[in-house]
């Protein structure tokens, strides 16, 4: 595995590295944003990236932007904010997983290794049942050749659902997922963005199916 450590902070990026040297992963660094796309460019086998948010020249926000138009590589947001407001823009503009300083080095690298392992559990970089699509590379749906528009979670959880198919999930299991593991919401949350995910659906929105009592399961027919 490769890691790239975007942080302006010369000690954090050491105990990152630290450790991961000692999980004998790959490791490269940047000092900011702007020096982190340029090595993401003439880098394709970077498998995970640990990004700060506060930086000089572009900040971490900025970077997860750019980043997003050039590559899917998974991003852990790491930052001192740990306001709510910041957690749910990060996941909104694509992020993996968001951590808040200060931070457990071995649960970061397990966080790193969670967020890999989801990402190679998918084989192909297509999913297709009858006229539906999901482009992973793409990260767009389509229903007969027409592209369906979802929000950032609605992507994520239809991709989570695809690839546990005909596994219940609870919306526990949901909520830590996809919105991470320190969001601080309830059911209802769960509940509203399966119906508009349904509702985008349309003919197949039955293959998203309710568990009660539990949560919800993607089955084909």
């Not at 003439?42 to 506060?54: G, Q, R, S, T």
């Not at 695809?162 to 219940?168: C, E, F, G, R």
Request: aromatic share 10%; with cysteine; glycine share 6%.
């Amino acid at each position: 595995m490769k890691v790239l450590i975007v942080d302006d902070e010369a000690g954090i990026r050491d105990v990152i590295k630290e450790y991961c040297l000692f999980e004998n992963f790959g490791v490269l660094e940047a000092d900011d944003g702007a020096s982190a796309l340029n090595t993401i460019k003439n880098n394709h086998d970077i498998d995970i990236i640990v990004l700060d948010i506060m930086m000089p020249k572009m900040d971490g926000y900025t970077t997860l932007k750019e980043l997003r138009k050039i590559s899917t590589t998974p991003v852990i947001m790491l930052s001192a904010r740990s306001e709510e407001y910041n957690k749910l823009l990060s996941f909104e503009l694509g992020v993996d997983d968001y951590v808040t300083k200060p931070f457990s080095p071995k649960e970061l690298i397990a966080r790193i290794k969670a967020v890999v392992s989801r990402g190679n559990n998918t084989n192909t970089d297509k999913y297709v049942y009858k006229t539906l699509e999901i482009d992973y590379l793409g990260h767009k749906v389509t229903v007969d050749s027409n592209e369906i528009k979802l929000t950032p979670k609605e992507y994520e959880l239809l991709v989570l659902f695809v690839q546990n198919k005909s596994i219940a999930l609870s919306r526990e299991t949901l909520l830590s997922k996809v919105w991470g593991y320190d969001f601080f919401g309830d059911d209802r949350t769960i509940d509203t963005h399966i119906k508009m995910l349904r509702n985008n659906l349309g003919e197949y929105r039955d293959l998203i199916k309710t568990v009660r009592g539990l949560g919800y399961k993607y089955e084909e027919e």
